[in-house]
């Protein structure tokens, strides 16, 4: 999933201490406007596309994708502490 796309941001980061791309596909079977967004504005967009199943409109209090799967990813492996 692809929520505020900070995640993304920082691993296209991580990318490029070991050089530059020639180009980067980003696959996500859901995202947010937000995350897609995000992506756009702060990887080169000459190089960069990207891969949706669906965007769904809306993040909630907690960047969780409305109404996309919330935090099922997350919980599979117990709850979350904090």
Known sequence: M???G????????????KGTPKHVHIVSVIASQQGVDMVKNNLPQENTTIWNGVV???LNSKSYIVPGCGDAGD?????KLG
């Open 6 to 17: 900070s995640s993304m941001e920082l691993a296209y980061k991580a990318i490029l201490t």
């Open 75 to 79: 919980l599979a492996f117990g709850a």
């Open 2 to 4: 692809l929520a505020t």
């Open 56 to 58: 769904d409109a809306d």
